[in-house]
């Protein structure tokens, strides 16, 4: 019904930038906030930033002045620049979407998330 599909991981050394993309598609009513996560070996997923249908957005204290969320309303698609990355920015990057969405004419609300796609920061 929905699908979230992540791109721009890879490999990058300690001072570098990224920009990762993803594309929400589907049966989509509606998407309220769209943000990224992470996950770094042997650690809990956390928080990396979010950003509301209006443009309000909010970082992890780790990420601020370095990342900039944003999103193309229209495209469903958010994006993550990575600026000034750091090696322990490494870590599997996750998309999430909080949305509405039909099937079979009936709306659900849910929250997406993407595959995930891999960050590494290493000289």
């Known amino acids: 019904q929905v699908q979230l599909v992540e791109s721009g991981g890879g490999l990058v050394q300690p001072g570098g930038s990224l920009r990762l993309s993803c594309a929400a598609s589907?049966?989509?009513?509606?998407?309220?906030?769209m943000g990224w996560y992470r996950q770094a070996p042997g650690r809990q997923r956390e928080l990396v930033a979010t950003i509301t249908s209006g443009g309000s957005t909010n970082y992890a204290d780790s990420v601020k002045g370095r990342f900039t969320i944003s999103r193309d309303n229209a495209k469903n698609t958010v994006f993550l620049q990575m600026n000034s990355l750091k090696p322990e920015d490494t870590a599997v990057y996750y998309c999430?979407?909080?949305?509405?969405?039909?099937?079979?004419?009936?709306?659900?609300?849910?929250?997406?998330w993407g595959q995930g796609t891999q960050v590494t920061v290493s000289s």
């Open positions: 589907g049966s989509i009513v509606s998407i309220n906030a």
């Open positions: 999430n979407a909080d949305l509405v969405y039909l099937m079979y004419s009936i709306s659900y609300h849910a929250q997406g």
